[in-house]
């Protein structure tokens, strides 16, 4: 069974820097694409947005449009680990920022929530103005 366990977030100023961190266990690492996803109370029916992903062996990876530039995601097979560099950081990044796995393969369901059965349990991100 995979387990994800997030840590880092917290409350930072505008224009500052967080990395989130996700470790996985429970299966091989290497056969899961990673993703990164957001949660905002105000989003409309409080869906969870894409942020990130990287596939099962690094060679492709992507950033939303709304954080490109500011936010990579990386991973680290050697610690079974998927991180979230957060630079720049804005009033609108506020939000509970999860990752969440899924089998190779699942093509452009790489970014949709819907397409990741497993998750972590999440962290909050508050950036003040």
């Known amino acids: 069974q995979v387990h994800l366990v997030q840590s880092g977030g917290g409350l930072v100023q505008a224009g500052e820097s967080l990395t989130l961190s996700c470790v996985f266990s429970g299966d091989t690492f290497g056969k899961y694409n990673m993703g990164w996803f957001r949660q905002a109370p105000q989003a409309p029916g409080n869906d969870r947005e894409f942020?990130?992903?990287?596939?099962?062996?690094?060679?492709?990876?992507q950033t939303a449009d709304s954080v490109r530039g500011r936010f990579t995601v990386a991973r680290d097979d050697a610690r079974s680990t998927v991180s979230l560099q957060m630079n720049s950081l804005k009033p609108e990044d506020t939000a509970v920022y999860y990752c969440?796995?899924?089998?190779?393969?699942?093509?452009?369901?790489?970014?949709?929530?819907?397409?990741?059965?497993?998750w972590g349990q999440g962290t909050q991100v508050t950036v003040s103005s």
């Open positions: 969440a796995a899924q089998l190779r393969g699942g093509g452009s369901g790489i970014f949709r929530a819907d397409a990741y059965p497993n």
């Open positions: 942020v990130g992903c990287i596939t099962w062996n690094g060679a492709y990876s």
